[in-house]
């Protein structure tokens, strides 16, 4: 269960539009248009929701599909997944570990050494620069 509920009313008011319906919606930003895709800045990724840590910048790669992906989340307990049936798909949901907000997809299509790609809207998603 995540550490962080809050009401719908709470999120609406902290998130933007658009981090809200990413995150509490379960929402997807329309490729190629996200803050990240295409930042390769060396710090680290926490939820947009919450605060905490998720990914690393170590972990990000250029997978051309339009989202920022990365190969790993940035700990075992970062993350959790859910199997997703919606939209005529089954998909493998990624949601922070910390406020259960949805952050995307992993596929199994990533690169060595994972084999992973992590899928992730840039709305969900706030770097903290080095
Ligand atoms: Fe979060």
Redesign the pocket.
């Known amino acids: 269960m995540p550490k962080i509920e809050k009401s719908e009313q709470e999120w609406r008011e902290e998130l933007t539009p658009e981090q809200f319906h990413v995150l509490r919606q379960k929402g997807t930003e329309r490729p190629f248009t996200g803050e990240y895709d295409h930042v390769f800045e060396p710090g680290t990724y926490v939820?947009a929701?919450?605060g905490?840590e998720l990914f690393a910048s170590d972990a990000k790669y250029d997978s051309g599909c339009g989202w920022p992906a990365f190969s790993a989340p940035a700990g075992e307990d970062a993350v959790d997944e859910e199997t997703d049936a919606s939209h005529g798909m089954v998909r493998t949901e990624v949601l922070?570990a910390?406020?259960g907000?949805h952050l995307g997809h992993v596929f199994p299509d990533g690169p060595h050494p994972t084999g992973l790609r992590y899928c992730i809207n840039s709305a969900a998603l706030k770097l903290e620069e080095e």
Do not use: I, L, P
């Open positions: 939820c929701g919450c905490a922070c910390s406020c907000g």
